[in-house]
């Protein structure tokens, strides 16, 4: 006896439900691995930032460290200086002059900046590090200017055909810049205060 029609309809309902489920496991199932691997992905990017950032606060650490060396050196010799010439003497060395610590250095800091490698930094310690890097860039102004002002009162001094040899930079500074000098020594200190805080946060602390 053949099967009748009717009884080859029955097994297809559940035919159909079987192949639904299949299909919907497997899309399930790629779902799962897209979202899986696009987090291995954010994960193993996050931790190569995280990675690119340390190195990048162990370059501004270096920078700093070598910035606040050269700061301590020049205003004691600078704090000395201008001493001396409020004393109106004759400095111990006669061939001191006020020299601003114009080599100190930024680019750590803005190389920290143009990759973009901020964002994974702490917020207190990038408003740590701004204000110092603000203030080096004062320093930095202020020091030539007062380069500037020497030049244009030496370059004075030659045109009207004075005798240079009368002229000695300390006491030509001493009559003209030593207010100058004196706001240049505050920022300086103000600046090696900075150094020594940023130094001192946690993420730039050198490991004992």
Avoid at 68 to 93: F, G, K, M, W
Avoid at 120 to 144: A, C, E, H, K, N
């Amino acid at each position: 006896m053949e099967p009748t029609a009717e009884a080859d309809a029955h097994p297809a309902p559940l035919l159909n439900r079987r192949s639904v489920l299949r299909a919907g496991l497997e899309i399930i199932s790629i779902v799962l691995g897209v979202l899986l691997a696009l987090a291995v992905s954010e994960w193993q990017e996050n931790r190569n930032n995280l990675e690119r950032t340390e190195a990048a606060l162990l370059q501004v650490r270096t920078e700093l460290t070598q910035n606040l060396e050269l700061l301590e050196y020049v205003h004691e010799r600078n704090v000395n200086l201008i001493s001396q010439l409020a004393d109106e003497s004759t400095p111990d060395d006669q061939e001191a002059r006020f020299i601003p610590a114009l080599q100190i250095a930024d680019s750590a800091w803005k190389a920290l900046g143009s990759t973009g490698l901020s964002g994974f930094v702490d917020f207190d310690l990038m408003v740590t590090l701004s204000q110092t890097y603000s203030l080096i860039d004062v320093y930095r102004r202020s020091g030539y200017s007062l380069v500037d002002a020497n030049l244009l009162v030496l370059s004075m001094a030659t045109a009207t055909e004075r005798d240079m040899e009368k002229i000695d930079d300390t006491n030509l500074f001493a009559k003209n810049f030593t207010s100058i000098f004196q706001l240049i020594v505050d920022i300086e200190s103000a600046l090696i205060d900075a150094h020594r805080r940023a130094l001192a946060e946690p993420d730039l602390r050198e490991n004992d």
